[in-house]
């Protein structure tokens, strides 16, 4: 076969795998601005805003349907509030080092989550609402103010990370809490 024959077939197979390749770098772009992430929400799988100095979160988020990550770690953000579930699509959400007191129940609602960080808050209550979500792998609880994990963790049966250091827990809970999920790697140093 003649160099020229070979440059043309090696050119027409660019072309045939190229728009494979276009739509999942597309797929990957992170927006980091919620200005422009509204001009086409629909198109936003993820949007990163950390270190905006965010004092609430913006609800205005709902409108991006098909976002699967979502950052807002280092903000100023003092709860989620029940308008997340509406955000189906997501698999990551990223809310540490924040102010967060509060975790919406409707947090349960996000029946696609796999991985969920609310490390370095102020939470002392764990949000029961996470009991019920049976999708999630990675949950990271760092640096708050649990004392105590209720028993209906047992229903995360898909936990397969969960970071409960720097929490204020008493040496027995830690044995249970091991005990209520076996199939999970705890951090709790």
């Not at 027409?12 to 728009?19: G, K, N, R």
């Not at 936003?44 to 609800?59: A, D, I, M, Y």
């Not at 397969?160 to 951090?187: G, T, V, W």
Request: some cysteine; overall charge positive.
């Amino acid at each position: 076969m003649n160099l020229f024959v070979k440059h043309v077939l090696a050119f027409l197979l660019m072309l045939a795998i190229a728009p494979a390749h276009w739509g999942k770098a597309q797929e990957l772009k992170t927006f980091t601005s919620l200005k422009e992430a509204l001009k086409d929400p629909l198109a936003v799988k993820k949007l990163t805003l950390e270190g905006k100095k965010l004092r609430k979160f913006p609800k205005v988020i709902i409108k991006c349907k098909n976002l699967e990550e979502l950052n807002l770690n280092n903000n100023w953000i003092d709860s989620i509030p029940r308008e997340i579930s509406k955000l189906v699509n997501l698999k990551k959400l990223h809310v540490s080092k924040n102010r967060l007191v509060h975790v919406s129940f409707a947090i349960n609602g996000l029946q696609k989550l796999v991985f969920l960080n609310l490390g370095n808050n102020r939470l002392r209550k764990f949000p029961i609402g996470l009991c019920n979500m049976n999708k999630l792998e990675e949950l990271y609880l760092w640096k708050n103010y649990f004392k105590n994990i209720p028993k209906a963790i047992k229903g995360m049966s898909s936990m397969r990370y969960m970071d409960l250091s720097q929490n204020p827990i008493p040496y027995r809970q830690k044995f249970i809490i091991q005990k209520y999920l076996p199939r999970a790697e705890i951090n709790f140093w």
